[in-house]
């Protein structure tokens, strides 16, 4: 079923729709707006592929808008209504927000599981852009464990859809993270040679030059690279165009990962002046989103840096707030995982349900088609043979 056709409803139900998608990413105000009218309406005519539609954009607007007792509540809500219309690419799309969230809070267990959970949907139902991504966010979170075998592996699933797919939406980004995945997975094992040829495939088929957010990934691996390969003038060559492009303003929490493996590595070998400015841009992000869990990480290397430099006045009051931090998080993550816990217990009990269900349908079936006294095929059984054959 494709998510965007609705051709059956009327001009105000299209109108709306139209409303929703134009003001996605907009328009925040707008598009709860759009979405509460479709609720209101998909309720009224008991409508699920209205609300779980409406539901889905209105979670994903508040996903956007970092306001996650928002974007799970509409989630939840939104997923029975999903699930009973069918609307698979917008079960497949629900997880795997719902894994980026749990991510995003440093809950990297119930990430997977969503994240899995997501690409049963992609595989059941070939849901090739969406499994895409998926595959690579599975790919990403194994190499924060630096298991680069499993890495490798989703890297790979990822790229061999889109190379079945030449036509899909945003193919060139995809390939690029993708590339880029693999080159990270062979540092990781120090091949370097291996890593470098996927560096230039990321270069070529992501067509860097016209991205200047994948130029400064590209760039930021490029240094990590280098430093292992020992080729410290071209890392140091590397290390300019990232200061350069770091002035500009980029969305750095799509690329938070690589960034900070790029600071870590600024630390290491004691650029201290560039690592500050990567690391105020940083915290600015991870603040303005109220992110804690990246807050703690960038704290992390403060630490380290205070400790090197014999900082101790700078090292107890970065210490003191990753305390702080901590301690708020594991408030966070105790409401985190009652929600995710709801969720999962709201989705079991919806399937069993919708089981007995169709068991039921099934029943009444099959007593409508046969005699009660005889157990033989009914009157209304014989027509629908009948028209069959």
Same mark, same amino acid.
């Given at each position: 079923?494709?998510i965007?056709?609705?051709?059956?409803?009327g001009?105000?139900v299209?109108? @709306?729709?139209? &409303?929703?998608?134009?003001?996605?990413?907009?328009?925040?105000? /707008? %598009?709860? +707006?759009y979405c509460?009218? $479709?609720?209101?309406?998909?309720?009224?005519?008991?409508?699920n592929?209205?609300?779980?539609?409406?539901?889905?954009?209105?979670?994903?607007?508040f996903?956007?808008?970092?306001?996650?007792d928002?974007f799970?509540?509409? @989630?939840m809500? &939104?997923?029975?209504?999903?699930?009973a219309?069918?609307?698979? /690419? %917008?079960? +497949?799309?629900?997880?795997? $927000?719902m894994?980026i969230?749990?991510?995003?809070?440093g809950?990297?267990?119930?990430?997977?599981?969503?994240?899995?959970?997501?690409?049963?949907?992609?595989?059941?139902?070939?849901?090739?852009e969406?499994?895409?991504?998926v595959?690579?966010?599975?790919?990403?979170?194994?190499?924060?464990?630096?298991?680069?075998?499993? +890495?490798?592996?989703?890297?790979?699933a990822g790229?061999?859809?889109?190379?079945?797919?030449p036509?899909?939406?945003g193919?060139?980004?995809?390939?690029?993270?993708?590339?880029?995945?693999?080159?990270?997975?062979?540092?990781?094992?120090?091949?370097?040679?291996?890593?470098?040829?996927?560096?230039?495939?990321?270069?070529r088929?992501?067509?860097?030059?016209?991205?200047?957010?994948?130029?400064?990934?590209?760039?930021?691996?490029?240094?990590?690279?280098?430093?292992e390969?020992?080729?410290?003038s071209?890392?140091?060559?590397?290390?300019?165009?990232?200061?350069?492009?770091?002035?500009?303003n980029?969305?750095?929490?799509?690329i938070?990962?690589?960034?900070?493996?790029y600071?870590?590595?600024?630390?290491?070998?004691?650029?201290?002046?560039?690592?500050?400015?990567?690391l105020?841009?940083?915290?600015?992000?991870?603040k303005?989103?109220?992110l804690?869990?990246?807050?703690?990480?960038?704290?992390s290397?403060?630490?380290?840096?205070?400790?090197?430099?014999?900082?101790?006045?700078g090292?107890?009051?970065?210490a003191?707030?990753?305390?702080?931090?901590?301690?708020?998080?594991?408030k966070?993550?105790?409401f985190?995982?009652?929600?995710m816990l709801?969720?999962?217990?709201f989705?079991?009990?919806?399937?069993?349900?919708?089981?007995?269900?169709?068991?039921?349908?099934?029943?009444?079936?099959q007593?409508?088609?046969t005699?009660?006294?005889?157990?033989?095929?009914n009157?209304?059984?014989?027509?629908?043979?009948?028209?069959?054959?």
């Amino acid at each position: 079923m494709d998510i965007l056709d609705f051709k059956e409803y009327g001009q105000n139900v299209q109108g @709306i729709i139209n &409303g929703i998608l134009s003001s996605r990413g907009v328009n925040a105000k /707008e %598009l709860t +707006a759009y979405c509460d009218r $479709l609720i209101d309406y998909g309720k009224k005519t008991k409508d699920n592929r209205l609300l779980g539609f409406a539901y889905f954009f209105r979670a994903e607007n508040f996903y956007v808008l970092n306001q996650t007792d928002e974007f799970l509540r509409n @989630i939840m809500t &939104g997923l029975q209504y999903i699930d009973a219309s069918g609307q698979w /690419e %917008l079960m +497949a799309r629900s997880y795997n $927000l719902m894994g980026i969230t749990s991510i995003n809070r440093g809950n990297a267990p119930f990430a997977m599981d969503y994240y899995l959970t997501s690409l049963k949907y992609c595989q059941l139902h070939q849901l090739d852009e969406i499994g895409t991504i998926v595959n690579l966010n599975i790919g990403t979170l194994y190499m924060d464990f630096n298991d680069y075998q499993q +890495a490798t592996r989703y890297f790979e699933a990822g790229l061999g859809i889109l190379n079945q797919y030449p036509d899909l939406p945003g193919r060139e980004g995809l390939m690029f993270t993708a590339y880029i995945g693999l080159a990270g997975a062979c540092l990781l094992r120090n091949d370097l040679m291996q890593g470098r040829s996927y560096m230039s495939l990321a270069k070529r088929e992501g067509k860097i030059e016209d991205d200047p957010v994948s130029r400064l990934v590209y760039h930021c691996f490029e240094a990590r690279i280098h430093e292992e390969e020992k080729k410290f003038s071209l890392r140091d060559e590397a290390i300019k165009m990232v200061s350069k492009l770091v002035e500009g303003n980029y969305p750095l929490l799509d690329i938070f990962e690589d960034v900070y493996r790029y600071a870590e590595l600024l630390l290491r070998i004691e650029r201290y002046e560039e690592l500050w400015v990567i690391l105020e841009k940083l915290e600015y992000v991870t603040k303005q989103s109220n992110l804690r869990h990246l807050e703690k990480r960038i704290l992390s290397l403060k630490i380290k840096y205070y400790k090197n430099f014999g900082d101790r006045a700078g090292y107890l009051q970065a210490a003191g707030l990753y305390f702080e931090i901590s301690d708020m998080m594991e408030k966070e993550n105790r409401f985190m995982i009652g929600k995710m816990l709801d969720i999962r217990s709201f989705l079991e009990e919806s399937a069993r349900k919708q089981k007995l269900m169709r068991e039921q349908n099934m029943e009444l079936r099959q007593r409508s088609e046969t005699d009660a006294l005889t157990g033989l095929s009914n009157r209304f059984r014989l027509n629908v043979k009948a028209q069959e054959a």
